[in-house]
């Protein structure tokens, strides 16, 4: 069974979508005691860091998400939220990914929106069949910087995280969901791993 995380951040109900077009079932829950008993879990985010941290923090969420031992998905907000901390409200974060969240500078059009492809990519399991010139999905005002979890890097303004790995920790700032064929191959990707 494939848990998503609920809190209060939207595009749930486009990664469930992804997911079970995929043949997977999966749930929707805020109950940590099934979040620690699924095979995989995805913690998806659309919104704003603060307000975010806030929710999980009073639901105890954010103590059950750093505990988990199973392939676990962050994608675009939820990559920002598992890093230590955010300038999106000055936020202290999950502290999985030991980075920064900075705001792009405003020399260019932001939010980063639109199709992007990969800066550098380096060899994982979530990886597997993808390459440098693919393109994804990305809408974000933030960015996580680079740093030993990051696995593949994009550049928009300047080089940033697109995905990070720590342990069974995965993440996205872009949206597979929301990216065609090839972003439909990272998440299948992350769902065939072993648990």
């Not at 303004?157 to 995905?163: E, G, L, P």
């Amino acid at each position: 069974m494939i848990a998503i995380v609920k809190y209060n951040a939207g595009n749930i109900k486009s990664v469930q979508n992804a997911v079970e077009n995929l043949g997977y079932e999966c749930i929707i829950t805020d109950r940590p005691e099934e979040l620690f008993v699924a095979d995989k879990v995805i913690f998806p985010g659309v919104g704003e860091a603060s307000t975010a941290m806030r929710h999980l923090r009073q639901s105890h969420l954010d103590e059950a998400i750093i505990r988990l031992r199973q392939p676990v998905l962050g994608i675009c907000l939820g990559l920002q939220l598992l890093c230590k901390e955010s300038e999106e409200g000055n936020t202290s974060c999950l502290g999985v990914f030991n980075t920064t969240v900075k705001k792009f500078p405003p020399k260019d059009l932001v939010p980063h929106m639109g199709w992007n492809n990969f800066s550098t990519v380096n060899n994982s399991e979530i990886l597997a069949g993808i390459e440098l010139n693919d393109n994804m999905y990305y809408v974000h005002s933030y960015y996580a910087e680079n740093c030993d979890n990051t696995i593949a890097s994009c550049n928009y303004i300047h080089n940033f995280s697109s995905i990070m790995q720590k342990d069974n920790f995965y993440a996205t700032q872009f949206h597979p969901e929301k990216s065609g064929k090839i972003g439909m191959k990272l998440l299948n990707n992350f769902l065939n791993l072993e648990s």
